[in-house]
Structure formats: structure tokens, C-alpha cells
């Protein structure tokens, strides 16, 4: 628990990279009107959930609006009522809605961390920028004692976590492994089990590309993988 503490207060503290910093600031000062009357989080989102966890999900970023906004991943946004609703289906999450860090919202088994913990423009981070904060994901990846499944949600986030795996020598090369949604990937002996999904965002799902079916499909998968 303590270990856990400090990683998020250092995810909170960091200021590694300036055009983050300056575009934190300034979604806050200008707002969504819709959200005028909020007190923008505006600063790194730390991870969520059971730290004794089995699953891990890999985001991609921060929302402007959502997760920076009130301070919690997929929290106050479109993509965190998709994801939150399936979590809530799938015996994940206790409720299966989010609006803020302070609705009551647990996590079962699952962890909610991310490849880029401040939200980007355009939603679109820099590699310098996915470079600085791959060491958040690595530590939550030791602290996690339990972890036996990662979803990735979205191709730049399965890229991150594979990165990680490559630094560490747990596999040879990234090209090995084919990002494609609810596809699983063997990385090793004793490795968790890694499982690609397409990113929830608002794009994705009001196309149809995502649909609820599609994003259940992934966690009863991840499920089926859980052992004692």
C-alpha cells in the first residue's frame, strides 16, 4: 500500500515534460463550458484499483475533459461510461458509472494504469513523451505481485507495454506480436498474459468499431485466464 502511495504522489509531482505541463494549464484555465464550474485536476493522473490485482488495463492517455479533469482514469467521459459499464457487467468494478474520484467507485481485480499520464493535444503523445513516463508503468508493473493479465487498450498502449517487456529481455523483438482486438499473446513463460483490445474512446464506439459485445468479449476472456 505505502509503495503504491508513493509511485502516485511521484505521478502527481511530475513535470518531465513542458508541452504537457503547458497544455495541462491551460485546458483548466480555458475549460469546457459544460464544465465551468469544476476545478480542473490538470496535473499526471495516477493509477487506480486493487493493488492486490490480477488484471492490469494499459490506457492510453488522459482525457482533456474526463481523467483530467477530475483526477481519475476514464472518470467524467464518454469513453469511461463505455468502459466502466462493461467493467460493472464483467464483476470488475462495483458501480457502472464514474463521475468523480469521490463517487465510490471500486475496482475487483483490476488495476487501471496508462502509457501517458497526462493528457496530450489532440490526444496524440510525442515518443519523447511515452519515453518519460514508461517508468510509472514499470514500477505499478513490480508492485503488482498478483498480475497474471494485461489488456492494452489500443495500439499505442500495447506498444508501450511490449517496450517494457523488451528493455527487460522478457522478449526478443515488438514486431513478434500483431495488435489486434480481443487477440491473446503468449510473452513468456511465467509472463502475464497480454491481450490486445481496441481503445474505448468516443471514436471508436460511435462508429461501431467498439461495441459493448466486443469489449465484454475481452474481459470474459481476461476472466477465463484468472487462476488462484
Known amino acids: ?24 494549464a491551460e485546458v483548466a ?14 496535473k499526471p493522473v495516477p493509477g487506480f484499483g486493487d493493488h492486490h490485482a490480477r488484471l492490469l488495463l494499459v490506457g492510453l492517455a488522459p ?17 469511461g461510461e463505455f468502459l466502466y459499464k462493461v467493467m460493472y457487467d464483467t464483476g470488475f ?4 458509472g464514474s463521475v ?3 463517487d465510490g467507485l471500486k475496482l475487483h481485480d483490476c488495476y ?10 489532440d490526444n496524440k503523445p510525442l515518443p519523447e513523451e511515452i519515453r518519460n513516463c514508461r517508468p510509472f508503468l514499470e514500477r505499478e508493473l513490480e508492485l503488482l505481485k498478483n498480475l497474471q493479465v494485461v489488456v492494452a487498450l489500443g ?3 500495447f506498444d508501450a507495454y511490449l517496450s517494457v517487456l523488451q528493455d527487460q529481455g522478457k522478449i526478443a523483438r515488438r514486431s513478434a506480436f500483431c495488435f ?39 474481459f470474459e476472456r481476461a476472466k477465463r485466464h484468472l487462476h488462484s
Open 1 to 24: 500500500m505505502k509503495a503504491f502511495e508513493v509511485l502516485n504522489q511521484d505521478i502527481i509531482a511530475c513535470t518531465r515534460c513542458p508541452r504537457l505541463v503547458e497544455y495541462l
Open 29 to 42: 484555465r480555458v475549460k469546457r463550458r459544460a464544465y465551468r464550474d469544476w476545478d480542473y485536476w490538470a
Open 63 to 79: 482525457g482533456a475533459h474526463g481523467a483530467n479533469r477530475t483526477g481519475r482514469p476514464f472518470t467524467g467521459d464518454r469513453s
Open 93 to 96: 468494478a462495483s458501480q457502472p
Open 100 to 102: 468523480s474520484r469521490d
Open 112 to 121: 487501471i494504469g496508462a502509457a501517458v499520464r497526462c493528457a496530450p493535444p
Open 155 to 157: 495500439r499505442l498502449a
Open 180 to 218: 489486434a482486438h480481443n487477440v491473446e499473446h503468449q510473452t513468456g513463460e511465467g509472463h502475464p498474459l497480454l491481450i490486445g483490445s481496441y481503445h474505448p474512446s468516443q471514436q471508436n464506439t460511435s462508429t461501431g468499431k467498439l461495441t459493448g459485445n466486443m469489449m465484454r468479449a475481452v
